[in-house]
């Protein structure tokens, strides 16, 4: 779907549509499972996968997407499956980074880096860098991120400032909180999409998604299209969002 020629905005779900979409990317191992070939292979369709949704986001007027690249749980994949993905992202990004720079994506990290490797985090870093003064789409890619292990990280900084005195526990609500999470200069998702036909979600996003619509779809994360995604978006704009209130009279 192409921009509206004369006024520049999305064709896409309109002002009702989501600003910020999340997805888990699930169904690569059985993509490649499926035609015998291995899961790695799978991975690497599905990597060629990202850059066309990437592409379409200003197309419906997606501002912020989030992936689920790789979880806290997936270390406990076979050595050779995450070495591979390891790899997988390294090449990623060396081979992405002049791209999405110049397509305006600004790309954020999210998760604990404390675990991969030195090389990854210094491109991960380098490319944060490079496309940070860029706003057409904001990717966030959560790599090693795991809610629970987020909000853990979160309480655990609080609790050093309130420790050191430079909060008090009294200032504690759920803003104060949101301030310590990765994603604390993201705004929530509107919706989130999950392929491959399992409805869970998988320790994703899981403070943040509190209101959030999910969208559970069969299609397995190398076979998933824009104008899948598109569609998906414009239904979402239909949806009735109360976040706890009632129906707005007509
Ligand atoms: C889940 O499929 C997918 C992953 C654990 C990895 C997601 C990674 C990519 C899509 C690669 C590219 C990403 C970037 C940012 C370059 P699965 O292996 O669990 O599939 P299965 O459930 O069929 O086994």
Redesign the pocket.
């Known amino acids: 779907m192409a921009l509206d020629s004369k006024t520049d905005a999305p064709r896409g779900a309109g002002p009702a549509g989501p600003r910020h979409v999340a997805i888990i990317?699930?169904?690569?191992?059985?993509?490649a499972q499926m035609r015998g070939r291995p899961?790695l292979l799978?991975?690497h369709a599905?990597?060629k996968r990202?850059r066309e949704i990437v592409e379409a986001c200003p197309d419906y007027g997606v501002k912020y997407l989030t992936?689920f690249?790789?979880s806290t749980e997936?270390w406990k994949r076979t050595q050779s499956e995450v070495a591979g993905?390891m790899s997988?992202?390294r090449r990623?990004i060396q081979r992405e980074a002049q791209d999405l720079y110049r397509r305006g994506v600004r790309v954020r990290f999210i998760g604990d880096r404390i675990r991969l490797d030195h090389k990854l985090v210094t491109l991960m870093d380098d490319l944060e860098l490079l496309t940070s003064g860029n706003d057409r789409v904001h990717l966030t890619?959560a790599l090693n991120y795991g809610g629970r292990d987020e909000v853990t990280r979160a309480a655990k900084r609080l609790a050093y400032e309130i420790e050191m005195g430079r909060l008090s526990h009294k200032d504690v609500d759920a803003e104060t909180l949101a301030r310590f999470l990765d994603t604390h200069v993201l705004p929530d998702p509107d919706l989130v999409i999950r392929t491959?036909g399992e409805a869970r979600i998988s320790n994703f996003l899981l403070w943040q998604s509190a209101y959030a619509e999910y969208e559970f779809i069969d299609t397995?994360?190398p076979d998933f299209s824009a104008s899948e995604f598109g569609r998906i978006v414009q239904n979402y704009a239909a949806r009735d969002r109360r976040y706890g209130g009632v129906k707005a009279p007509a």
């Open positions: 990317m699930d169904g690569n191992g059985r993509w899961r799978g991975h599905g990597a990202v992936i690249a790789f997936n993905l997988l992202f990623y890619i491959s397995l994360w």
